[in-house]
């Protein structure tokens, strides 16, 4: 029943390494997301895709890489990770510029 | 540039009070603005969103207000209870399609 999930939840990696978050919807929704949230709570998009199209495009370093095999799916790939890299990344959906629902969040950690 | 600013980090209440929390935007022309609300540990949760030619809208204790002219929306929480504790943003809609820019967020305690 879950609409929209993410894996994993919980990531505790070393600088260096290279990891992907994955995330699926299941609400037939067009439009994908990636959002960063920091310490402070503050949400900052990074990506959308909509029909499997990258439509936004945030400044973000180019380690970061999205990537949509198909609509309901949308994964993160995160190359170098870096010491800032640690926050909470939530992915989200909606159809158009409706509402938007968000996953549970992934805790990344670098150490 | 372009801000949303809402009010203070943290709002403290006392049960049964009404809880007002403010978005105050500069340098947008938003064509709608939502609220969503989120717990620890959790995803924002869609709340009420409301359009430019709208000035209010209602959802059973929820009442959020839009003034273009003020660049600033009030979201009210009336008769509040400690199960409305939690962070609450403000997010306009605008510029580029689908883009969701989302307020500095405020953390509302309600106690007994």
């Known amino acids: 029943d879950t609409a929209v999930s993410q894996t994993p939840k919980y990531l505790v990696t070393q600088m260096g390494n290279d990891k992907s978050i994955k995330c699926e919807q299941n609400?037939?929704?067009?439009?994908m997301y990636w959002y960063k949230q920091d310490s402070k709570k503050f949400l900052k998009i990074m990506f959308s895709?909509?029909?499997?199209?990258?439509?936004i495009n945030e400044t973000v370093p180019n380690r970061f890489s999205p990537k949509s095999p198909d609509k309901a799916h949308l994964n993160l790939h995160i190359n170098s990770l870096e010491l800032g890299d640690s926050a909470v990344y939530f992915c989200?959906?909606?159809?158009?510029?409706?509402?938007?629902?968000f996953g549970p969040g992934t805790r990344l950690t670098v150490l | 540039s372009q801000k949303i600013e809402q009010n203070s980090e943290a709002l403290n209440i006392q049960e049964g009070k009404t809880a007002t929390l403010t978005c105050n935007y500069t340098?947008?022309?938003?064509?709608?603005l939502q609220w969503y609300r989120q717990d620890p540990g959790r995803g924002p949760v869609f709340l009420l969103l409301?359009?430019?030619?709208?000035k209010e809208k209602r959802k059973e204790r929820l009442k959020v207000t839009f003034d273009t002219t003020l660049k600033q929306s009030l979201f009210h929480i009336t008769a509040s209870q400690p199960a409305d504790s939690a962070t609450y943003h403000c997010?306009?809609?605008?510029?580029?399609?689908?883009?969701?820019?989302f307020g500095t967020g405020t953390r509302l305690q309600v106690t007994l």
């Open positions: 989200a959906s909606s159809q158009g510029q409706g509402r938007q629902f």
């Open positions: 609400l037939g929704h067009d439009t």
């Open positions: 895709y909509n029909n499997k199209e990258l439509i």
């Open positions: 340098n947008y022309s938003p064509a709608y």
């Open positions: 409301i359009r430019e030619n709208e």
């Open positions: 997010a306009l809609v605008g510029g580029t399609a689908s883009k969701l820019t």
